[in-house]
């Protein structure tokens, strides 16, 4: 009987996998990247749809699934997909952003092959070229645990993905070009709800039942608070760890990060506003959806709850107050307190000062005084092929060198294995908020001034939570434990889009010399190849 082309493809991925993971189930998912109009704040607008959606389809799986996604870029530009939290692990080739992936050609797909290793929780994917993020391309990613493994609290009557993000009524273009010229972007025109402005989603809920949100920040620059009117929130998942489970009337989501609450519909039946406001800007920029009884008696009344504004400290104290529950399952049955981080003495220590300034006339952001400009060939494609003269390794120092701010491919090389301690060191007056690909790492401290090897002593070595994303508040530090156990070359970057499009991004190469599949995959056969790597050959498996 011959076999249907799906099926012929099917088989062909099958056998690709077959050597290293054929145990573990595939999800399959077909996405069309389209441009289309919408309308989030009334104005037209040029989106990018997946599957003719804005924002795009969830991804839903289960730990060790492999997700196989073949993307179909009908943009007239190159497009690439990554995968915000996913880890990737051994591949970074398949990470999806321009150091590691080639960009797929404007009428060509590209198929994925992911696979979400030993991981839980809730994530999200974004479009990583140019400033498409802007146009959206983005969508929720949830990884639930496998069936025998417990979770800390009873199966919800419902789980929403709730994407929340700042948005500019100008297209990505038009940003992009503004950022091209070496100019600020000015402040975002207004904020939005899985991607519809002012009450324009609704979530409907039965009484007396609880139900799970998933809140991810895709927005582009900044920290929101999200509340609902008349309504708690009971934290348990930050970034794939089970957290201490603590009530709060709201909560604070810095850009890039995703964190799940319960909130149980336990109110007289009617309307209530869900609220996301802008926090640390003195112009607030608000917008509101609808959390919806099934036997609602009547629309939201009374004004929208207010929120915090420009408070720090309250905010400082929250995010203290998130911590890991050692006793809870992750991703493995184990309890996620086996793994005793603060029991291990750091091997390096490096500390990354955000750097802005003007380079040849125009705006520029960098880390430790190098503002990071992408290369001709993806970085981990030069690796693997040994092309000399696209990066080097140890372009970007291990501490602030105080001087001037200029360009360069910048590489930082760490050994696999190591037990590294990082420094994030703010000295301006805005939030900043930083992403590790390939990682999820143990937030051990933050604090306001300076960071000195005193402030050690103040570091939370029990309980910390494990995630990829951090914040860093205005002339503070925050520290963070990573075990390198992922090789790879895995990109760092402020999640401030305009300042990561200008230059505060850096490559972290995790280097073994050993050349075996269990420290890092081969080549995908299926990579694209660009640049310089353009028609080499991949070493067979
Ligand atoms: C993608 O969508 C466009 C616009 O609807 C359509 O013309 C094109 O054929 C689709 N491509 C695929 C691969 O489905
Ligand atoms: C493009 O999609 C087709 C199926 O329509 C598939 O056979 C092919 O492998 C895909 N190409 C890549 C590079 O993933
Ligand atoms: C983007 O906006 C600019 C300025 O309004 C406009 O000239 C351009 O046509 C727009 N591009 C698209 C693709 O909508
Ligand atoms: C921690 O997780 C355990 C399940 O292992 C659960 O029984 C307990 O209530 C959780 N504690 C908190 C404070 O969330
Ligand atoms: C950590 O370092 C201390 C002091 O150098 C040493 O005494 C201790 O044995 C080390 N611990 C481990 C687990 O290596």
């Given amino acids: 009987m011959p076999l249907n082309p799906a099926a012929f493809f099917l088989c062909t991925v099958l056998a690709l996998f077959a ?11 077909n996405w069309n990247v389209t441009y289309g109009d919408i309308y989030p704040l009334g104005v037209r607008q040029q989106g990018i749809l997946i599957n003719g959606q804005f924002p795009g389809p969830d991804i839903h799986s289960v730990t060790n699934d492999n997700l196989i996604i073949n993307v179909f870029n009908s943009l007239t530009e190159p497009f690439l997909i990554s995968w915000n939290g996913v880890q990737n692990r051994r591949n970074s080739f398949v990470d999806g952003v321009y150091g590691t992936t080639c960009p797929i050609p404007p009428g060509r797909n590209y198929t994925f092959m992911l696979q979400v290793k030993d991981q839980i929780g809730s994530f999200y994917y974004y479009p990583s070229l140019a400033f498409h993020k802007a146009a959206g391309g983005f969508g929720g990613i949830r990884i639930l645990s496998r069936p025998r493994i417990p979770v800390p609290f009873d199966d919800p009557a419902g789980d929403y993905t ?14 992009k070009a503004t950022l091209d010229r070496g100019k600020k972007l000015p402040f975002p025109d207004g904020v939005l709800i899985n991607g519809r402005g002012p009450n324009g989603v609704s979530f409907t809920v039965e009484q ?8 991810s920040n895709v927005g582009l620059q900044n920290s929101l608070n999200f509340r609902i009117q008349g309504h ?8 794939g760890t089970h957290t201490l489970q603590t009530t709060f009337s709201s909560l604070d989501v810095h850009v890039g990060q995703s964190y799940s609450v319960l909130v149980t519909a336990d109110q007289p039946g009617q309307d209530y506003y869900i609220v996301v406001s802008t926090r640390f800007t003195s112009k607030i920029l608000t917008t509101t959806g609808v959390l919806h009884y099934s036997n609602s008696a009547g629309p939201v009344s009374g004004p ?57 006339g125009k705006q520029r952001y960098g880390v430790n005084s190098v503002s990071f400009v992408p290369a001709d060939t993806p970085l981990k494609l030069a690796d693997y092929f040994n092309i000399e003269g696209v990066f080097r390794v140890g372009s970007i120092s291990y501490n602030p060198t105080g001087g001037g701010l200029y360009l360069d491919t910048s590489v930082m090389g760490v050994d696999y294995r190591a037990f590294i301690e990082i420094v994030f060191e703010n000295p301006e007056d805005i939030v900043q908020s930083w992403h590790l690909n390939g990682y999820s790492f143990f937030v051990v401290g933050m604090d306001g001034g300076q960071w000195t090897s005193g402030s050690r002593n103040q570091y939370n070595l029990r309980d910390a939570i494990a995630r990829c994303t951090v914040q860093v508040y205005p002339k503070s530090w925050t520290a963070i434990f990573v075990a390198l156990d992922n090789v790879g070359m895995w990109q760092l970057r402020s999640e401030f889009w305009a300042r990561q499009y200008l230059g505060q991004q850096f490559y972290l190469r995790v280097y073994t010399s050993t050349n075996s599949i269990r420290d890092e995959y081969p080549i995908p056969k299926n990579a694209r190849l660009c640049g310089w790597a353009s028609g080499r050959h991949t070493r067979p498996l």
């Fill in 208 to 215: 007396g039942k609880t139900y799970r949100l998933r809140i």
């Fill in 19 to 29: 050597i290293v993971r054929a145990e573990d189930p595939y999800r399959f998912f």
């Fill in 162 to 175: 709730v994407l929340i993000g700042d948005w500019y009524k100008s297209n990505h273009t038009t940003l």
């Fill in 232 to 239: 708690k929130m009971k934290l348990v998942e930050v970034e």
């Fill in 304 to 360: 929208p709850p207010g929120g915090p504004t420009i408070q720090v400290d309250w905010s400082l104290n929250q995010a203290r107050s998130i911590r890991t529950n050692l006793t809870a399952s992750g991703p493995r049955p184990n309890p996620q307190g086996s793994y005793h981080y603060g029991m291990i003495n750091t091997t390096k220590t490096i500390r990354l000062d955000s750097s802005a300034g003007q380079v040849n």
